[in-house]
């Protein structure tokens, strides 16, 4: 389902996840099957407890699944240690949180920097990918402020800027709006827009329906069932809604 184009870049099959609290057993995740194709813009959806977030969870290699099977870019990680998990997350994957999770006493070039300190390359080659990755969230000019000198908008597009400097295959953002107000809100989404059309597989994690909308398809849980799967005829169209607050608030 999805995008024509090549091999899809996330198979799950009967995906399930279980945790042990106490002497009891709770299922997070109920055998999920579904794949995700190179280029999709993706939005999971769910009430609290419906398993979206151990879902992306187990997307994003921070756990591994109870049962079932998970293929990233065509491997199976779903058997893998913690050490190669952790090796996947930081190669193919990018993280964009609600809270942004930025170092507090660190330049905004220092941490989107911060992925590649795990992959031996020269201080000169870091900084250049931070400040092109920086560059296309629109943020040069802040590079050397500290996060509590950026607008929550701001940070956001720095922890963007992170993700993306290790070129990753897939950008997983969990609640990336919560923190934020409407105008910024729009103009991330439009941010993860512009990502999406060129070429970036985004999976989003939302409770708010308006914005799932930016999405292509949307994916809705419950009870640790995926219980809807189906494409957006007319994504709703993030730069548009920004112009068109900023026109009603002039």
Not at 52 to 71: A, I
Not at 100 to 120: D, I, Q
Not at 208 to 231: C, K, P, Q, W, Y
């Amino acid at each position: 389902m999805g995008s024509n184009m090549t091999e899809p870049i996330i198979v799950t099959r009967d995906l399930a996840k279980e945790y042990r609290m106490g002497g009891y057993t709770v299922a997070a995740l109920r055998g999920v099957s579904l794949e995700i194709a190179a280029g999709e813009f993706v939005a999971v959806m769910g009430p609290s407890g419906s398993g979206k977030s151990t879902f992306m969870n187990l997307l994003g290699c921070l756990d591994s699944p109870t049962g079932g099977e998970y293929l990233l870019a065509g491997e199976t990680v779903s058997q893998l240690s913690g050490d190669a998990l952790a090796t996947i997350r930081n190669r193919r994957l990018g993280f964009v949180f609600q809270n942004f999770n930025l170092l507090a006493r660190t330049s905004a070039v220092e941490n989107v920097e911060l992925p590649l300190l795990y992959g031996h390359y020269p201080a000169a080659e870091r900084r250049r990918r931070a400040m092109a990755r920086l560059a296309e969230v629109g943020l040069v000019d802040r590079a050397h402020h500290q996060p509590s000198q950026l607008s929550g908008g701001q940070q956001q597009r720095v922890a963007i800027a992170r993700a993306l400097v290790n070129d990753p295959v897939l950008i997983l953002a969990d609640e990336p709006t919560g923190a934020l107000d409407t105008r910024t809100s729009f103009e991330l989404m439009g941010l993860l827009q512009q990502l999406n059309r060129n070429g970036m597989t985004v999976v989003l994690v939302t409770h708010e329906h308006d914005i799932a909308n930016f999405a292509s398809r949307i994916i809705g849980f419950r009870d640790g069932h995926m219980v809807d799967d189906h494409l957006v005829a007319q994504p709703a169209d993030a730069r548009k809604m920004l112009l068109d607050f900023d026109r009603r608030a002039a």
